[in-house]
């Protein structure tokens, strides 16, 4: 099992440009996560998928972020323009939610630098 | 300019010896208290949770104590050794799926 798969690990921009993460969630893992990780903090949910409708997209600017799940499997998030307080790490988890705790499987995140 | 990662609090810790790892939550209505670990360059990785209903659940070195009362959560790591050394978050799980992350703390290690 390859774990949640997430690329690029690292993006250097100026502002005002554009940038794509890309997430493969693991198999048979229904619920997506972006968060976003700023330093020294804890991960902050951008947006929820369940397959692949956005169930929780409260806290996604929705200005100049957006995200996409087709297929309800791999998911897209866009920043376009990124600004220099876009800087941070951008993290994707998934979950499968049986009886117990909703325990989230997080990749590695993708670390993007606004110049 | 200073870090905001050096505000992060910091727990420094002799390798062998016991860590306590404190998080105060806000929500009386988590159903789930769960502790992660978060490594250097990578996402945080699930340690051990405790659902609302209990007061104490033990794993393999660690020890989640959840105190209602007074809203506090605190992860205990026996014998901590260097691969300990991490940012801990705990989360509080609400409603199914819903999480939501506090600040963290640094442990480190000391050989």
């Known amino acids: 099992e390859a774990g949640v798969v997430q690329s690029p690990r690292y993006k250097i921009i100026e502002k005002k440009q554009p940038v794509a993460f890309w997430c493969n969630p693991i198999?048979?893992?229904?619920?997506l996560y972006w968060y976003r990780q700023n330093l020294g903090q804890g991960p902050e949910l951008l947006i929820r998928?369940?397959?692949?409708?956005?169930?929780?997209d409260s806290q996604l600017p929705k200005d100049r972020f957006s995200a996409e799940r087709l297929k309800g499997v791999d998911s897209t998030l866009k920043i376009q323009p990124a600004e220099l307080g876009d800087s941070a790490v951008y993290l994707c988890?998934?979950?499968?939610?049986?009886?117990?705790?909703?325990?989230?499987?997080f990749g590695a995140g993708s670390r993007l630098t606004v110049l | 300019g200073e870090s905001v990662g050096l505000h992060l609090p910091t727990l420094s810790v002799q390798e062998g010896d016991n860590s306590i790892i404190n998080c105060a939550y806000s929500?009386?209505?988590?159903?789930?208290f769960i502790w992660y670990k978060q490594e250097s360059g990578k996402g945080p990785q699930f340690i051990i949770d405790?659902?609302?209903?209990?007061d104490k659940r033990q794993g393999q070195r660690v020890t989640v104590l959840l105190n209602k009362t007074v809203k506090h959560l605190s992860l205990q790591i026996a014998a901590t050794q260097p691969g300990d050394s991490a940012v801990y978050f705990c989360?509080?799980?609400?409603?199914?799926?819903?999480?939501?992350f506090g600040a963290g703390t640094r442990l480190f290690v000391k050989a």
């Open positions: 929500n009386s209505a988590s159903d789930y």
């Open positions: 998928y369940e397959n692949e409708e956005a169930v929780d």
């Open positions: 198999s048979g893992h229904n619920t």
């Open positions: 989360a509080e799980n609400t409603g199914g799926f819903k999480t939501i």
């Open positions: 405790i659902r609302s209903n209990m």
């Open positions: 988890a998934s979950s499968f939610k049986g009886s117990g705790a909703n325990v989230l499987t």
